[in-house]
């Protein structure tokens, strides 16, 4: 009796420890987002109000891509927090927006009247076989000619009715499939899933005295990012650059982010709190320069990113978006990682789709100049050398150029070219007429003793159309032997300065309005002529052309 005493006593002492423990459901709203690359930290908040007591604090509405490593939870000094579950409810229904309901509502409207004509069809069709089936009057007698006419009446008119109401029927039917296919688009693009889980967080606490706490919540998630870009503007070449830096953001992580502040960062959210190291730091020339491809570092070396990456062809801020279908690029970024803090609450929901954030516009000094490379294009680009753009921290990316308010191409920023001056080309300008003509006066072939010897003289013409006067780099180039046995010299440049090591040709002229200049280059290779035709005289380009 003792011992049944005994286990009475615990087990109301267990049941009234549990009884204690009170649960409470609690919505938390997403308050603020770091977007990284290749990444999120959501931060969500509520403020609860609790007594004294033990509680489990279940906080719904969380993402269901979510780094449970990461999940940190907060509250004030009378809080104790003594645990945190990440929980999934595969039966509670999930809350879906008002904007999904409503189209829902709708799409059930339109199979409701869809079923209504089809079973008018169905009825009419009936009608219509039971008309002809007693339209038959062969074996009939004793009918007049009067009763056969109003009986051929009868039939002509009814089933002129029925097909007319038929078709009617058939245009609205097709009309509300055309709507039902719309709504039944518009949800598939905002991600509307039937059957989703709720995922939660499970939180116990224990309270020392009544309080109103502000719970704080944060974690990474999967499915989140974004990618820097750029519109540079410039009115004219007497106006300074504006650059307007700007995000690509896309979400996937399952919740909506409605009106939350953004920080943008570069830092790497799967950094772990072991202590760095340091690795021994190499200096070398980048690719492009050592192969004298480089001429700043706004170039076209990722002209594809739009195909590589995030993909968007409209430049709208906030809402206006396009679908995103999660491929990435690499890029290279300052070791030292840099956040922007959008001043301005965005909206963006989790439907994997692009949308435009607003870092900050800048205008910046620059100076113009014209760059010109007839032998591979018979345009002049206008150049802008743009200073103090060191302290905005650009990260790589698609720059969109407009030069007098016309949008004139796409470039992309290279930051690890980085100088002391960015250069952007601002287009073509085609008052500016450069020409390159062959002088065939001057070029000639011959063989002298035993080698075989051409040479060949070109005429360069440029001229100012501008209304003011302009500076302009003209860039040509000699061939650079790479043989002992072929031999080039270098006959007139026209006071070009010229690289040994490339045979590049560079001209620096500044020209009034409506002045004309000429420019000749000549020079002669000399070979062997048991190698004539071995020796490339000619630069080539690919091109595709079609295979008949």
């Known amino acids: 009796m003792k011992k049944f005493t005994i286990l009475l006593i615990c087990l109301f002492a267990f049941i009234n420890l549990h009884a204690q423990v009170t649960t409470k459901d609690i919505t938390s709203k997403v308050t603020a987002v770091t977007v990284y690359m290749n990444g999120a930290r959501i931060t969500h908040t509520a403020d609860v109000t609790l007594a004294k007591g033990e509680y489990n604090l279940v906080f719904t509405g969380i993402s269901p891509n979510i780094n449970q490593k990461s999940i940190q939870v907060s509250a004030n000094t009378d809080v104790k927090i003594t645990s945190v579950t990440y929980t999934v409810d595969y039966l509670k229904p999930t809350v879906e927006s008002e904007r999904v309901q409503q189209l829902k509502d709708s799409l059930k409207l339109l199979t409701k009247k869809i079923t209504i004509l089809d079973d008018a069809l169905s009825a009419y069709a009936s009608e219509k076989q039971l008309v002809l089936k007693n ?24 089933l002129n009715q029925i097909n007319t109401a038929v078709e009617k029927l058939n245009d609205d039917v097709a009309l509300l499939n055309e709507q039902n296919a719309r709504v039944t688009k518009q949800l598939a693009a905002l991600n509307a899933k039937s059957g989703q889980a709720v995922y939660s967080l499970s939180v116990t606490a224990s309270v020392k005295a009544p309080t109103t706490s502000t719970f704080a919540i944060h974690y990474l998630v999967y499915g989140a990012g974004w990618a820097a870009f750029y519109d540079i503007r410039a009115l004219d070449v007497n106006s300074p650059i504006s650059l ?6 896309y979400n996937n992580c399952g919740i909506d ?17 072991q202590r760095p190291s340091l690795t021994t730091w190499d200096l070398n020339y980048e690719n492009d320069i050592t192969t004298g491809n480089y001429e700043g570092y706004l170039n076209e070396k990722n002209m594809n990113y739009e195909q590589n990456g995030i993909r968007a062809d409209t430049i709208k801020s906030g809402k206006e978006s396009k679908k995103w279908d999660t491929q990435y690029t690499t890029i290279q970024v300052s070791e030292l990682s840099v956040e922007f803090d959008i001043t301005t609450a965005y909206t963006i929901p989790s439907d994997n789709k692009v949308y435009f954030v607003d870092i900050e516009t800048q205008d910046l000094p620059a100076t113009y100049k014209y760059i010109a ?10 150049v802008a050398k743009v200073t103090g753009w060191e302290d905005l921290n650009l990260v790589e990316g698609n720059a969109n150029i407009f030069y007098g308010g016309t949008f004139v191409g796409q470039s992309y920023i290279d930051t690890r070219f980085a100088q002391d001056s960015l250069e952007i080309s601002l287009g073509r300008d085609k008052k500016v007429s450069v020409t390159r003509t062959k002088k065939k006066d001057f070029s000639s072939k011959n063989f002298i003793g035993g080698n075989y010897k051409e040479t060949l003289s070109y005429e360069i013409n440029v001229r100012n159309n501008n209304k003011t006067a302009i500076d302009i780099e003209l860039q040509d180039q000699v061939p650079v032997s790479q043989n002992g046995e072929i031999k080039v010299d270098v006959d007139e440049i026209s006071g ?4 040994p090591l490339s045979g590049k040709l560079t001209y620096k002229l500044k020209l009034a309005p409506s002045e004309s200049k000429k420019l000749t280059i000549t020079f002669s290779i000399q070979y062997p002529k048991t190698k004539q035709g071995h020796v490339k005289m000619e630069k080539t380009r690919a091109l595709d052309c079609p295979s008949f």
């Open 496 to 499: 070009a300065t010229q690289d």
């Open 135 to 158: 339209n038959d009057i062969k074996g009939t007698t004793g009918l007049s000619s009067l009763d056969l006419e109003k009986a051929a009446d009868f039939y002509r008119l009814r």
């Open 373 to 382: 490379i007839p032998k591979m294009d018979k345009d002049a680009f206008l």
């Open 257 to 273: 982010w409605n009106s939350v502040n953004l920080t943008l960062s570069t830092a790497d959210p799967t950094q772990t709190a």
């Open 244 to 249: 307007d830096y700007k995000a690509k953001v």
